[in-house]
């Protein structure tokens, strides 16, 4: 009995994980911002650029994407046939670019703002966890690609509604003499705010950040294992010049990696921002569903995917030209 509790009182205790409050988080990311300093409004500026790059091959990619997860089934005969009666109904530029100007206006921002929040995001991980050379662990990296999708998010939801509002109108025949229903992003602001308030204008946002989270976390994750792996080593195993064709083939690959596992929710998302009245996320995935089963979640994903290369491709190339640029002009 007495040996018993000698031997128990002998074990050495096991300290518990402190686990930050929610003030201390706060603090975190306060200082994370801050010396973050220069890089942050390098990080910005480089990632406006890129989101100029992908708008500008992505979307007509988007706008056929779109169509797909917003039409009726049976309205389209799949991507070709999107494309095949947009350009005779519209045109080829005006067709292909409708409601370009909302995410001309919106990605630069959004962009801008992804790549600042991973880099907060990298500062933060790296308050919290050891870092060893600048060479974040996959992991590491993944948490702070999904640090970046919540502010992100702020302008994301508004900026999509808009633009899928405008993609879809493209689809209705217009009767000799009547006019769209919107004449422009400014005009879909200014009549979902009339119908709803500012509830109608951020509609989705939720789907959003369920979306735009695990993405960017597999999408940071994805090019940074890729560029390691492109990257030639220097004579002391250190990383050397990155060639910009690796950049390209590792910005593709994110892309790619980012839209498989979150495209189900994004149909949701392009569904609920498209509906009229007041629709939910539980009876969305009910409608879908019931219409087509698992199937109808994954409508446009060819598009998406075809996209998803020369468009994020585009962007990496954008952002790491820019960050080269700015490094040359300033040191």
Request: aromatic fraction near 8%; proline fraction near 6%; include cysteine.
């Amino acid at each position: 009995m007495s040996s018993s509790s000698s031997s128990s009182s002998s074990t050495p205790s096991i300290p518990k994980p402190k686990v930050p409050s929610a003030e201390e988080l706060k603090d975190d990311v306060v200082e994370a911002t801050k010396t973050a300093g220069s890089s942050s409004i390098r990080n910005f500026v480089a990632g406006g650029v890129g989101g100029v790059c992908a708008v500008l091959v992505g979307h007509p990619f988007d706008l056929v994407k779109v169509r797909l997860q917003t039409a009726e089934k049976g309205v389209y005969n799949g991507a070709m046939d999107v494309v095949r009666r947009t350009i005779a109904r519209e045109g080829m530029a005006r067709g292909l670019y409708a409601g370009v100007s909302a995410p001309l206006v919106g990605v630069t921002p959004m962009f801008a703002v992804s790549f600042w929040g991973y880099g907060v995001g990298k500062n933060l991980v790296k308050s919290f966890s050891e870092v060893k050379d600048e060479q974040y662990s996959v992991s590491q990296v993944s948490m702070a690609g999904f640090f970046s999708a919540i502010p992100m998010t702020i302008i994301t939801a508004p900026f999509e509604r808009v633009k899928v509002l405008l993609q879809i109108q493209g689809q209705k025949q217009l009767a000799p003499g009547e006019k769209p229903k919107y004449s422009g992003g400014l005009d879909v602001v200014r009549q979902l705010y009339k119908e709803g308030g500012i509830r109608s204008v951020w509609r989705g946002s939720a789907m959003t950040l369920a979306r735009d989270g695990p993405g960017s976390a597999a999408y940071f994750a994805t090019y940074e294992v890729v560029k390691r792996r492109l990257t030639p080593k220097d004579v002391e195993g250190k990383p050397g010049q990155l060639s910009l064709s690796a950049v390209c083939v590792a910005g593709g690959a994110a892309g790619v990696a980012m839209w498989i596992p979150v495209f189900p929710v994004d149909t949701v998302k392009s569904r609920l921002q498209s509906a009229e009245g007041r629709p939910t996320i539980g009876g969305t995935l009910r409608e879908l569903y019931g219409k087509g089963g698992v199937k109808a979640f994954f409508p446009g994903i060819g598009p998406a995917l075809a996209r998803a290369v020369p468009a994020n491709a585009a962007t990496f190339l954008g952002v790491e030209l820019a960050q080269k640029a700015m490094t040359s002009l300033f040191g």
